[in-house]
Each structure stands twice: as structure tokens, then as C-alpha cells.
């Protein structure tokens, strides 16, 4: 009887938990807000990029038990961070873009079930799925670091130091997934992609 009740209040915990985790990306979006203020360049760098993001929600998909609830808990962190950073430029004083908050609201929904999925599939040792989820925010920041930073915007400092995190990123995502040439090929398609989506299809954007 004791053994249930110690389960079932580790399940009510687990639950309140998982509630409040979309919470954290509110306070991601508000203290995005005032970091940008902050931070010099190029630590700037962080405040003003979609990887960071993505890292939180891939972290949120991590904790989850479920592939399903990583997805959701996932977009619900990065809608959050949208919905935090606007409510507190707005409430700061500065402009907002109803344009750009649809675009990156957009981003959320599509980015954030993706990086979520990929936390829980992170942690499903020696698998494929593994691989390709581990591989995830390495992938963000090379790709960010290149398409974004260098190619398309020509921040030297900013691009190496994006870089410098996705080969960090990619380290440990090698020291955690058996299957490392598939863990590399994952790193490099998905920087690829990177590069297209941050430069090529933003570029197009404006």
C-alpha cells in the first residue's frame, strides 16, 4: 500500500511538472527581451537567433515520457517564448511587428514539435530515431552559425561563435549515441538544412 502511494504522488508530481514546463518558455521569450539589451556582440548573438529556442524545447522533449507529449510540450514552449518576448518588448516600450510575431509564431508551431520529438528521441539508446534526435541542436546552431551569420549576414564573430556551440552540441551528442556514424551523417544533413532554411529561405524572406 505504501509503495502505491509513493507511486502515485511521484505521478501527480510528474504531471504538475509537465504542466508548468511550457511556463518555461514564456520566461525564455521575456528574458530574450531584456538580454538583447544586455549582452554585447557577440553574446548578442543569442538573444536575436532561433537555435537557443529550439535548445530549450528540444531540452522540455527530453524530460517527457512520450514522444506525443514531447511534441506538444515542445510547441507549447516555443509558442510561449514567442508570447514572452513580445509581451515584454511591448510592455518595454518597443514596437511590435504583428507581421513578424505571425512569422515566428508560425516557426514555433512547425520547430517546436520538431526539437521536442527529437529530445525524446535523444534518449532512445542505439536506435535510429536516437541519432537523428541527438543530433538536433548541433544541427540548429552550425546551420544558424553558417546560413544565418556568415553567408547571409557576414558576422564573422557571431557565425564562429554559433559554430563553436553546434560542434560542442555535436560532441555530446557523439559521446551519448552509440551509432556515431549515423549520429555524424544526422549533424551534417541536418546543418545542411540548417544553412538552407537560415540563409536561403530568411534571405528570401528579408
Not at 509503495?3 to 520566461?27: F, K, N, S, W
Request: net charge positive; proline share 4%; charged share 10%.
Amino acid at each position: 500500500m505504501g509503495a502505491l502511494v509513493v507511486e502515485a504522488r511521484a505521478a501527480i508530481r510528474r504531471h504538475r511538472a509537465g504542466r508548468l514546463l511550457p511556463l518555461l518558455g514564456v520566461a525564455v521569450g521575456v528574458l530574450t527581451s531584456f538580454a538583447q539589451g544586455w549582452l554585447d556582440a557577440p553574446w548578442s548573438s543569442l538573444a536575436n537567433a532561433a537555435s537557443p529556442w529550439l535548445v530549450v524545447a528540444f531540452v522540455v522533449g527530453y524530460l517527457r515520457p512520450t514522444v506525443g507529449s514531447a511534441a506538444l510540450l515542445g510547441m507549447l514552449t516555443c509558442l510561449g517564448e514567442v508570447a514572452g518576448y513580445y509581451a515584454a518588448s511591448s510592455v518595454r516600450g518597443f514596437g511590435v511587428s504583428a507581421t513578424w510575431a505571425a512569422f515566428w509564431l508560425v516557426c514555433a508551431l512547425v520547430g517546436g514539435p520538431l526539437f521536442g520529438a527529437c529530445g525524446r528521441w535523444a534518449r532512445e539508446h542505439g536506435s535510429r530515431p536516437a541519432a537523428w534526435g541527438a543530433a538536433a541542436p548541433a544541427a540548429t546552431f552550425l546551420g544558424e552559425g553558417v546560413g544565418a551569420y556568415w553567408l547571409r549576414l557576414g558576422y564573422r564573430q557571431e557565425a564562429v561563435l554559433f559554430v563553436a556551440l553546434g560542434l560542442v552540441a555535436g560532441g555530446f551528442a557523439l559521446a551519448r549515441v552509440p551509432t556515431r556514424a549515423t549520429t555524424t551523417v544526422a549533424i551534417v544533413v541536418g546543418a545542411l538544412g540548417g544553412v538552407a532554411v537560415y540563409g536561403g529561405v530568411l534571405g528570401m524572406l528579408g
